[in-house]
């Protein structure tokens, strides 16, 4: 989105530190010179050192049987988050509905967190013009050295494991597909080149 020119960028981490904090402050300039606005603090939806961390699961499915089911309530975080009242969700579907396009930056796209994805992929999936970004880190992996081939597959694995997440069917997951870009490790995702 647009502000005065500048790129409007809002954040949800599901870190609980305050590193994006001290990378983006509320304005600023980044390395290629270009202005960005964050019209809104950076979002903890799990919660941040200094307030309310919400550690767990996504269901119930993802707990040991052994768990006592009153405990359980305080271990499955949609639950959770949700008991707490504080507008953490409200915010984070605010934040995903109305965006154009969405990064998923420094996410492993695990389980525990399916509750974010479902969301996600449901925005795709509602418009067409929604686009999804997801930067995929894997150790070890030089990305000069692979081949068309190989920078296919790692794209295909990465929206595959992002989409097992969705219940629809094979030619709207293909539909999604179009609508998704990833990158693999890069040391110039940040910097000017």
């Given at each position: 989105?647009?502000?005065?020119?500048?790129?409007?960028?809002?954040?949800?981490?599901?870190?609980?530190?305050?590193?994006?904090?001290?990378?983006?402050?509320?304005?600023?300039?980044?390395?290629?010179?270009?202005?960005?606005?964050?019209?809104?603090?950076?979002?903890?939806?799990?919660?941040?050192?200094?307030?309310r961390i919400s550690l767990g699961v996504n269901d119930e499915s993802q707990l040991s049987t052994y768990i006592d089911t009153e405990e359980k309530k305080y271990l499955i975080k949609p639950q959770l988050i949700r008991s707490m009242n504080d507008g953490r969700l409200e915010t984070l579907s605010s934040y995903?509905?109305?965006?154009?396009?969405?990064?998923?930056?420094?996410?492993?796209?695990?389980?525990?967190?399916?509750?974010?994805?479902?969301?996600?992929?449901?925005?795709?999936?509602?418009?067409?013009?929604?686009?999804?970004?997801?930067?995929?880190?894997?150790?070890?992996?030089?990305?000069?050295?692979?081949t068309e081939r190989e920078s296919l597959q790692l794209s295909d694995r990465v929206k595959n494991k992002f989409l097992s997440y969705s219940d629809l069917g094979d030619d709207d997951m293909d539909y999604l597909r179009l609508k998704m870009y990833t990158?693999?490790?890069?040391?110039?995702?940040?910097?000017a080149r």
């Open positions: 989105v647009e502000t005065g020119g500048n790129p409007h960028m809002r954040f949800v981490t599901l870190n609980y530190t305050s590193v994006l904090e001290k990378i983006f402050p509320v304005t600023g300039r980044l390395i290629t010179g270009k202005d960005y606005y964050i019209s809104s603090p950076i979002h903890h939806v799990h919660g941040s050192i200094d307030r995903i509905t109305t965006s154009a396009v969405i990064v998923l930056f420094g996410v492993s796209l695990g389980a525990t967190d399916r509750y974010i994805w479902e969301m996600v992929i449901d925005w795709m999936y509602s418009d067409p013009n929604r686009l999804l970004i997801i930067h995929h880190y894997e150790h070890g992996l030089d990305v000069d050295d692979l990158i693999p490790n890069s040391s110039n995702l940040f910097t």
